[in-house]
């Protein structure tokens, strides 16, 4: 009794995917396939972050347009939120005292003075953030990677600046990314639109001793 | 759901007369705008027809740069959300007979119409049939946004190819059905909507007849997304991305939210955003009254064509709807039964020869 409606089934089935329905699978194996490839993109981090993230606000061409004409900065200077060695993607229009962030991801494009020596670097940025929970939690990663711990992920409080020690960059690549994830942005709760998380105040580069 | 209805082969004759002579008013009335505007040529190649001759000058470009055809070089655009089918088509014409790209794709859009009008009357005649084909000619052709069948975009292919679509469903002729629908998701990403009707016939074939091919009926709607598919392989390995015709619409500033989002935003903004939104608005009453005359298979895809492009903004929404088949089948059969509704056609002329003056002029709305 089983093994004939075993039988039944299986004739049913062998029916049922011949001819027109074959192809209807073939069709719907390929179009598995189609989108297996539109959820694995194989494009750039400034591509991903512009057209599919939409973290980004400068799209692949102007990054590079404006990281080819980004002056060097000089190692033992402070500079002020706005200034022109600084090139902020994710960042709101600047204030008079300070930028914020917009979102919860933001970086900061800088580049190094071709002569830098091999030694220690630290990079320090000055934030005011929002601390309506009484900390945030902040991911920073430097691109490429010469931090001394690739992720940095730690919960910041008013007043703590944020510190990122890196080894020198030799050869012509001179240029530094730092992203920071912003777990904890906020709407600032004051009818403010935005969604906010720090206020960049300045950013300096300096050599340590360690 | 009406399915099967037969066709008397007797009809064709009259059926191309009426489309010739609409044709040729609608003709007739863009070249006398032309012609009195003066300033603007005849083959008037502007906005999204340059999008169309970039791409035959120089193909699909690799990296959003802004350098292949558009009107904002060394930007953040490219030409990925414009779909292949009509550049295939326009630019065959030109690599056939040599002339010109820019007259190349304007020449295709305007032969494309006289066949998009001829087979809008034979989808009239399979779904309608008690109307009048003049009626279905005057809607078609005397509409504002019948002018993009003078400009070189995509209207007229997928209004074309829609319509034979569904004439084949009506005519329970499935792999043509789906065959067209292939082509009409190669024409533009809302023609895979076309589905949907498909699904619904399919679903009434199989409910009223015992002995449906479901197989059949399986393959060729599956045929349907085929086009698309094609297109997101092809920008996979050209771009990296299958899915670049949708993402870089973030150059334009279109940004993905709830159609209804940008229904009340557009309600609450220009002039411009308002008509926009309105014409949503009468786009989804429509769908409703097409649900209601038991066409519930069109009102879904009257539906899914209106409401993809609102989810991302009311920017060129009046051609997105208003040459879906299905939206001038719902005019055509108010007109039909409410004989005081044709008055409309008077301002609805208007309305076109204003638009025709409108894409002379390069006003902002026509894009």
Redesign the interface.
Known sequence: MRGRSLCSLSYKLRN?LN???A??LG??A??GG?IY??AH???TDA?RA???D?TSSL????REAQIDVLPAITIGQTYVHDAPELLLDGWDTPETMHTWTLGSHAQIILALPASLPPQTQELTLTLRGMYLTGAQRIIVHMEPSVARSDVIDRTYRDGEDLVVTFQSISGTKRIITLSLELPDAMLPRNGDPRVLAFALQSVEVAQTDH | MKIGKSVDPDVTAPLFRVALVAFLIHQTLHAAVVFLHGDAPYFFCQYDCNWYVGIIEFGYMP????NAGGSRP???VANWAFFPLFPIISGTVHWLTGIAPQVAVILSSKVLWLLAVCAFLAFQRQYLPEAPLWLGAAVLVLNPAAIYANTGYTEPLFLMIACLSLTAMRQDRPILAGMMGALLSAARAVGVGIGLTFAAYALSQVLRQSDA????L??A???I??GL?AY??FL?FH??????FS??Q??WDRELSSPLYHLSKGLRGSPYTFIMALTALIGAALAGYLAWKGEGGLALFLLFATAIPLATGTSSLGRYVMMQPAFLLAVVMLMHDHRLLRALLVPSALSYLWMSYAWQESLFFVI
């Open positions: 049922w001819g027109w329905s192809l209807a069709l719907l390929g179009y189609v490839l539109a993109p194989n494009v591509y512009y057209y599919i939409r799209s692949p061409v102007m | 990296e959003a740069n802004g060394e930007s953040d091919k479901a197989g059949r399986l393959f709607g599956m045929l997304p085929l598919a997101m392989i996979h771009v990296g991305d299958a899915m670049a993402h870089i973030r150059a």
